[in-house]
């Protein structure tokens, strides 16, 4: 399976944008999906997750002003961005818990990244 994001762009302070991911290929089952997002010489940060049941958590500094969602139909997460401030600015990456069968009919969980797309905010 594979993660294509996009979305990302140039805002000034206090805007919104919105990113989407989209899975595609050989897919299995698609649980928890993710957005992290990392600033060059940091560690990558867990942003918001959600389970295929709904259930959402937030990283404190997004909390009242990111929403993540999902189309379980479509293997698609979003990430709605508001109010957006100059320490949001980072690659933002999606992630995807994905389950398969391998080929000796095991069960097989793997973690899959996508490319990361720029957010800029501009103060």
């Known amino acids: 399976v594979q993660l294509q994001a996009s979305g990302g762009g140039l805002v000034q302070t206090g805007g919104s944008l919105r990113l989407s991911c989209a899975a595609s290929?050989?897919?299995?089952?698609?649980?928890?999906m993710e957005w992290h997002r990392q600033v060059p010489g940091k560690q990558r940060e867990l942003v918001a997750s959600?389970?295929?049941?709904?259930?959402?958590n937030y990283a404190d500094s997004v909390k009242g002003r990111f929403t993540i969602s999902r189309d379980n139909g479509k293997n698609e997460v979003f990430l709605q961005m508001n109010s957006l401030k100059p320490e949001d600015t980072s690659l933002y990456y999606c992630?995807?818990?994905?389950?398969?069968?391998?080929?000796?009919?095991?069960?097989?969980?793997?973690?899959?990244w996508g490319q990361g797309t720029l957010v800029t905010v501009s103060s």
């Open positions: 992630a995807a818990h994905h389950y398969y069968k391998g080929a000796d009919y095991n069960d097989v969980v793997e973690k899959v």
């Open positions: 290929g050989s897919i299995g089952t698609i649980t928890g």
């Open positions: 959600i389970t295929s049941g709904g259930i959402r």
